[in-house]
């Protein structure tokens, strides 16, 4: 589509929206230090180059990007083996940022293709973009939100604004109020109703309500100092509507100890609402109702809705429209549930290692920003080389959940086909991001990574591993083993094996086919030093904005996600269908042929479950 026709799109687009003009997305203005403090920050907001792209123009139709892709023949002419050999080229493609090392040199990139993807995101205004953000302006055009978890890990003195309200206080009140509460809960001070102290905690919530707190409670699970702190405390995570993930949480829990944490931004969350009914049965069914008051306690931004449930309001802990559920792991939906199983100093690190990268990312020039190359080698792979995967590869059992914590973050952000203009996308955005930590993926699904499909793979290793394992007369310890795979593979990939090595070998010329690796498979290693509470703080915001940097530069909106809403009001449907159909014997009607003749096998083969049956909680 050309420009001509897709200004066409973008109007009629307009047209048919419904509430009209105001609806039109601002047009890209530079921004200055106003709305941000502290003065060390200034020279961030220092002039930018004009801006190339009016609001209709895609980045495909720019030079930067028709360079990039002419330039995708060059770089088909290289190899990794030899790109390997270019020290200069590799020392180049190093950075090291507050203990994070990051080496991109088995990108299948020279400099040559960095100079061009730092000449597209001048052309995207990935600077300007990231000033928008920061500044609290409404980038999430179609919710007409700012976008400022950058906010919630902010120093305490920090000026950050949103509609004209420094929103800083309001999170450091947050984080006051969580401190307070998680110490009484802790110390044995807020008890249960029977008098109990509460030594369990079960947080309910769903998608970006649970992935990002899960992840990081799987990490710090193992970290020693977190551990100190959570000795006697069990934290659980109820997330699947699923009735066997209610049996699980509460197997082996007593109502008397435990509290349970209800998370969701929007307290209407289908899912959560019914695990939190559930769990409100549980605990009054054997405590009595008035024990809600002390066994339920509440995160979200709608404490309307809490109140409405039976949660006392105090009882509450709140956040704001402008953190997007997969960014809230830094508000009360992490912190909360976080500082009840280690403890508020712990939690408060891991903020400050976020922070840590926020200040780097808004402020390091690209060619030492880690999570601007980040996201601009996934547009490389993705736009130009036509890798849509990427495989995240943590040599740590400890970030067993950081893969699908990032999936979230990444596929539901930039999961888009339209500009965040509404104009349908020429080129492919978003990827597919899938991972499982090493070396237990190299027994699953390497193979395809080695000789099948190409996967551009991010390797993360940590240098020190928190629960060391030294065995007398072995070779390494437990991490060095755990290490040399994750110094292995990325050769193994970008290196392959050629029939002439092979014939050397004296391996039988019928298998040399199937022996042979091509190599030149792209991916980047990652090291931090250690993987406590900062350093997985580190980790979560360089991925967080190299997700927002990739979306700035496909020029998408990487802050709405619209496609989630169509599944659920078609099951609003099923669920009406279901209701009717066991209370009143009622045919299926209103599907389609293939959904009448499944739902109505549905109904059938259960038809044994009775129209309206007493109340039946699990018991395991
Ligand atoms: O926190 P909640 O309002 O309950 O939302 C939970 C989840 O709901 C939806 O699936 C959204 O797509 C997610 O982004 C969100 O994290």
């Not at 590799?90 to 960095?114: H, I, P, W």
């Not at 349970?260 to 049965?281: G, H, P, Q, Y």
């Not at 290692?353 to 030492?368: M, W």
């Not at 390797?459 to 290490?483: A, R």
Request: glycine share 6%; net charge negative; charged share 20%.
């Amino acid at each position: 589509m050309g420009p001509i026709s897709r200004a066409v799109t973008f109007l009629c687009n307009l047209a048919h929206s419904s509430s009209g003009p105001s609806e039109i997305p601002p047009l890209p203005t530079d921004f200055g230090p106003q709305n941000f403090l502290p003065a060390s920050t200034l020279s961030f907001f220092s002039p930018v180059p004009s801006v190339e792209m009016t609001s209709t123009t895609l980045i495909c139709d720019t030079q930067p990007w028709k360079d990039l892709k002419a330039h995708v023949q060059d770089i088909k002419k290289t190899h990794l083996r030899d790109l390997m050999n270019d020290k200069e080229r590799c020392e180049s493609m190093m950075v090291e940022f507050d203990g994070m090392f990051l080496d991109y040199s088995r990108q299948c990139a020279t400099l040559d293709t960095m100079d061009k993807l730092y000449k597209l995101a001048e052309a995207a205004s990935l600077k300007q973009q990231i000033n928008r953000m920061y500044s609290g302006e409404h980038i999430n055009s179609t919710e007409n939100r700012s976008v400022l978890h950058v906010a919630l890990r902010a120093p305490r003195d920090a000026v950050i604004n949103s509609d004209g309200k420094n929103v800083v206080p309001d999170v450091w009140n947050v984080l006051d109020k969580i401190e307070d509460f998680s110490e009484k809960v802790r110390s044995g001070s807020w008890i249960g109703a029977t008098g109990k102290p509460l030594k369990d905690v079960i947080a309910i919530g769903i998608g970006g309500s649970f992935l990002g707190p899960l992840f990081v409670h799987t990490a710090l699970q193992t970290d020693p100092e977190a551990v100190e702190f959570a000795k006697g405390r069990q934290l659980r995570f109820l997330a699947n509507v699923d009735p066997i993930d209610v049996a699980r949480n509460i197997a082996g829990l007593n109502p008397e100890t435990t509290l349970v944490v209800v998370v969701s931004k929007t307290f209407t969350t289908a899912e959560t609402m019914l695990n939190a009914r559930t769990l409100r049965e549980w605990i009054s069914s054997t405590l009595g109702p008035s024990a809600v008051a002390k066994h339920m306690v509440a995160v979200s931004t709608n404490l309307t809705l809490v109140e409405k449930f039976g949660i006392d309001p105090n009882n509450a802990f709140a956040f704001w429209d402008w953190v997007g559920g997969r960014y809230s792991v830094c508000s009360a939906v992490g912190v909360l549930p976080l500082s009840l199983q280690y403890g508020f100093s712990i939690v408060e690190k891991f903020l400050k290692g976020a922070s840590s990268i926020d200040d780097h990312f808004r402020s390091a020039p690209f060619e030492k920003n880690i999570p601007v190359l980040l996201g601009l080698l996934s547009v490389w792979n993705v736009s130009f080389l036509g890798y849509p995967a990427r495989a995240i590869l943590p040599y740590s059992q400890a970030l067993e959940k950081f893969a699908p914590h990032i999936q979230q973050v990444s596929m539901e952000s930039n999961g888009k086909g339209v500009s965040i203009d509404g104009v349908p996308l020429p080129y492919e955005a978003g990827e597919i991001d899938f991972g499982e930590p090493g070396t237990n993926g190299q027994h699953s699904f390497y193979q395809l990574i080695h000789q099948g499909r190409v996967i551009p793979c991010d390797f993360i290793g940590i240098v020190k591993s928190q629960q060391p394992v030294y065995l007398k007369g072995e070779v390494v310890s437990n991490h060095d083993e755990l290490m040399s795979n994750f110094f292995a593979q990325p050769d193994a990939l970008a290196y392959g094996k050629t029939a002439e090595q092979l014939l050397k070998e004296n391996v039988s010329q019928h298998l040399i086919p199937h022996k042979t690796f091509s190599g030149n498979r792209p991916s980047l290693s990652l090291l931090l030093p250690s993987l406590n509470a900062y350093n997985i703080g580190q980790l979560l915001a360089s991925y967080e904005h190299r997700v927002a940097v990739e979306g700035f530069v496909w020029g998408i909106n990487s802050f709405d996600q619209w496609g989630v809403e169509l599944g659920k009001s078609l099951a609003t449907q099923v669920r009406k269908q279901l209701h009717t159909s066991r209370t009143k014997s009622e045919p299926v009607e209103g599907f389609n042929f293939s959904t009448t003749k499944l739902l109505t096998r549905y109904l059938q083969a259960s038809s044994d479950i009775p129209a309206d049956p007493p109340t039946l909680l699990p018991r395991i």
